[in-house]
């Protein structure tokens, strides 16, 4: 029914960004999802564009119109969340970041920001003319509602993946097929959990209990959660998450995860992107049990809280005394970005029985091998604020976990500096008592 239409839009990927202009804003790519075929045909473009803005964030592959241009006179990266590519182009100037709450995201788009063209990948199209967007659902819609022109490129590796709504575009609303043919997606390896991050899990893995639903955020410490589970005696969990990764497919395979006790999606598992191995993309592929979503659907903290018992594990930098947490700089360094961490630690203290939990290394080592403490008096100048004192939970290091929930200052440093490392108890002590937030005692 579509297949004449299909013919009449597919134009090779040179053609394709020819309707891309000077100071126009692409929406480009997302995590495991940056149109190859289009970059390159993007970057041979490089001397007749200027001032192109591109939109994506938490790439894991190159991207070849950044590489192609050392100035930044033609191509800008604006980044929603910095991945460690991206994280070397702020350094050198040609990069920026997008301070962002996930959950409103789509909103942004709809209301608030210029999108010119939506040039994204996608999986090859169905019978009724949908294209999935894969492994990256998020905010691709929202995007294509405002944008004057939309390309996709086909890739035939890219998991054809079910959803809610919002996780397919029409070919009505395509103005431009690219055929990218057999591209692969990047592999995103599982950070390898140290014994660290061992010690920190084993102290969250007995507040979970059977039914709960689990968010994940990234890292070595959430990666060793799931292997824990994974192994537990649990049963019955469900999963209402961000992003999708490896743990849970372990989790899903050693018989955990059921959904059955979900409010929301019964028996579902719902994200809105994914990146990770092929053994995780393999597992996305037309199932039935897994739901794609928007991000104003999967963070909105309204909407995730009414699953009882949702956990959220997520990772930080560092905390000060009174609770504030940064997991998105190091000073003024962006690291990364706020992504959906803050939206997981509202909706999983407004869950029923729900829990969160921030969990961090209680040190750190400079490039000089000097340790310091991840837990400090005052957040370091510059740091930004991911999470306010206020919607703190569970905070925990290897030396156990505390809930900074209705305490006051004093109490506050007082449980922070006890989860602290040994060697910097004295000094936190000190610096409690120069902010007044120590509580002398007879």
């Known amino acids: 029914m579509y297949e004449q239409e299909y013919r009449n839009k597919c134009v090779s990927a040179d053609e394709a960004v020819k309707i891309i202009r000077s100071g126009d804003w692409i929406e480009f790519a997302w995590a495991a999802s940056v149109p190859?075929?289009?970059?390159?045909?993007?970057?041979?473009?490089?001397?007749?564009?200027?001032?192109?803005?591109?939109?994506?964030?938490?790439?894991?592959?190159?991207?070849?119109?950044?590489?192609?241009?050392?100035t930044g006179e033609h191509f800008t990266w604006n980044s929603w969340h910095l991945g460690g590519r991206e994280r070397k182009l702020v350094q050198k100037g040609l990069a920026y970041y997008i301070p962002l709450k996930y959950s409103e995201l789509p909103r942004y788009l709809r209301e608030n920001v210029k999108t010119d063209v939506v040039a994204i990948q996608v999986a090859p199209m169905d019978e009724h003319g949908y294209f999935?967007?894969?492994?990256?659902?998020?905010?691709?819609?929202?995007?294509?509602?405002?944008?004057?022109?939309?390309?996709?490129?086909?890739?035939?590796d890219m998991p054809r993946t079910q959803g809610?709504?919002?996780?397919?575009?029409?070919?009505?609303?395509?103005?431009?097929?690219?055929?990218?043919?057999?591209?692969?997606?990047?592999?995103?390896p599982s950070a390898p959990a140290s014994d660290l991050d061992r010690q920190i899990a084993e102290f969250v893995l007995p507040e979970i209990t059977d039914g709960a639903c689990i968010q994940l955020g990234i890292g070595g410490m959430p990666n060793a959660l799931g292997q824990m589970i994974a192994a537990s005696d649990l049963k019955d969990l469900g999963i209402h998450t961000e992003m999708f990764v490896d743990g849970f497919v372990d989790m899903v395979e050693a018989g955990k995860v059921t959904g059955?006790?979900?409010?929301?999606?019964?028996?579902?598992?719902?994200?809105?992107?994914?990146?990770?191995?092929?053994?995780?993309?393999?597992?996305?592929?037309?199932?039935p049990s897994l739901a794609g979503y928007p991000v104003?659907?999967?963070?909105?903290?309204?909407?995730?809280?009414?699953?009882?018992?949702?956990?959220?594990?997520?990772?930080?930098?560092?905390?000060?005394?009174?609770?504030?947490?940064?997991?998105?700089?190091?000073?003024?360094?962006?690291?990364?970005?706020?992504?959906?961490?803050?939206d997981f630690v509202e909706a999983a203290y407004n869950s029923k029985d729900?829990?969160?939990?921030?969990?961090?290394?209680?040190?750190?080592?400079?490039?000089?091998?000097?340790?310091?403490?991840r837990i400090k008096g005052l957040?370091?100048?510059?740091?930004?604020?991911?999470?306010?004192?206020?919607?703190?939970?569970?905070?925990?290091?290897?030396?156990?976990?505390?809930?900074?929930?209705?305490?006051?200052?004093?109490?506050?440093?007082?449980?922070?500096?006890s989860i602290a490392h040994p060697d910097f108890r004295d000094e936190l002590i000190e610096e409690a008592q120069k902010l007044k937030i120590w509580r002398k005692r007879a």
């Not at 894969?134 to 939309?150: K, N, T, W």
């Not at 909105?300 to 940064?326: K, M, R, W, Y």
């Not at 829990?355 to 340790?371: E, H, M, R, V």
């Open 36 to 70: 190859g075929l289009l970059d390159e045909a993007l970057a041979k473009r490089k001397d007749e564009l200027h001032d192109v803005n591109l939109r994506g964030g938490v790439i894991i592959s190159p991207l070849a119109c950044m590489d192609c241009d050392p």
């Open 296 to 342: 104003d659907y999967t963070n909105h903290p309204f909407i995730a809280s009414q699953n009882n018992q949702l956990i959220s594990i997520n990772s930080a930098l560092e905390i000060d005394l009174t609770g504030q947490v940064c997991s998105e700089s190091a000073g003024a360094n962006m690291i990364s970005g706020a992504g959906g961490q803050l």
């Open 132 to 156: 999935s967007f894969g492994v990256s659902v998020s905010h691709y819609a929202a995007a294509i509602d405002r944008a004057r022109a939309v390309i996709v490129e086909v890739n035939e």
């Open 379 to 417: 957040m370091t100048h510059g740091s930004a604020i991911t999470d306010t004192r206020p919607t703190v939970q569970y905070v925990v290091t290897e030396y156990g976990k505390v809930n900074l929930k209705g305490l006051p200052t004093w109490q506050r440093a007082e449980a922070l500096i």
């Open 164 to 188: 809610g709504y919002d996780h397919v575009v029409h070919i009505s609303k395509v103005d431009y097929i690219v055929e990218g043919g057999h591209r692969g997606l990047p592999i995103l």
């Open 354 to 373: 729900g829990k969160s939990f921030i969990c961090l290394p209680s040190t750190y080592n400079d490039k000089n091998g000097q340790a310091h403490s």
């Open 260 to 287: 059955m006790r979900k409010q929301l999606d019964r028996g579902k598992i719902v994200y809105a992107f994914a990146a990770g191995t092929q053994k995780m993309y393999d597992f996305l592929h037309n199932n």
